[in-house]
T-cell receptor
């Protein structure tokens, strides 16, 4: 399983764009990159998933360079309610289980 | 659409007792997963059901844990007998048959073993 490394914590201010980068140097050819968000006392919530280049949905964008050894989750114009833990996951195309790391605690300040 | 529900939300039991956790997945989701976070560590996979069949139970810590999914609907996770190190939050998740890594998690059951 590819190991992921992401910052333990990040602070931002309301209205700013936040970029959280995750490194996964030993990602395999059939691995996908997925990001989850977790609020206190709740289960993780799927944000976005990608394989290469750029993926965008109504919540975030995911940038994956050509070598796929890292990925960046971009949250546009964050608000206080975006304060949460963000997990970067790398999962094999053949495996169903999710492998969580330590995540990044994002704190949005007023 | 109702989300994944788990019952109870919190359970406090004594070491040696038995506890049964329940998970109701989203209707139509064939895949059901159990995860847990213990002692402030990372969330770890326990097992995966496809309908009523156990697809992968490689994460089950030992034979004190028994998971069932009768009829392919709700699932139960029984811990018998409970030990102190079983304390933590147990999450259930479900996904559609073709859902690749987009799993819908319940709020979790916080288990405290004293």
């Amino acid at each position: 399983l590819a190991k992921t490394t992401q910052p333990i914590s990040m602070d931002s201010y309301e209205g700013q764009e936040v970029n959280i980068t995750c490194s996964h140097n030993n990602i395999a050819t059939n691995d996908y990159i997925t990001w989850y968000q977790q609020f206190p006392s709740q289960g993780p919530r799927f944000i976005i998933q990608g394989y290469k280049t750029k993926v965008t949905n109504e919540v975030a964008s995911l940038f994956i360079p050509a070598d796929r050894k890292s990925s960046t989750l971009s949250l546009p114009r964050v608000s206080l309610s975006d304060t949460a833990v963000y997990y970067c996951l790398v999962n094999s195309g053949s495996a169903r289980q999710l492998t969580f790391g330590s995540g990044t605690q994002l704190t949005v300040l007023p | 659409e109702a989300g994944v529900t788990q019952f109870p939300s919190h359970s406090v039991i004594e070491k040696g007792q038995t506890v049964t956790l329940r998970c109701d997945p989203i209707s139509g989701h064939d895949n059901l997963y159990w995860y847990r976070r213990v002692m402030g560590k990372e969330i770890k996979f326990l097992l995966h059901f496809v309908k009523e069949s156990k697809q992968d139970e490689s994460g089950m810590p030992n034979n004190r844990f028994l998971a069932e999914r009768t009829g392919g609907t709700y699932s139960t996770l029984k811990v018998q007998p409970a030990e102190l190190e079983d304390s933590g939050v147990y999450f259930c998740a479900s996904s559609q048959p073709g859902g690749l890594y987009e799993q819908y998690f319940g709020p979790g059951t916080r288990l405290t073993v004293t």
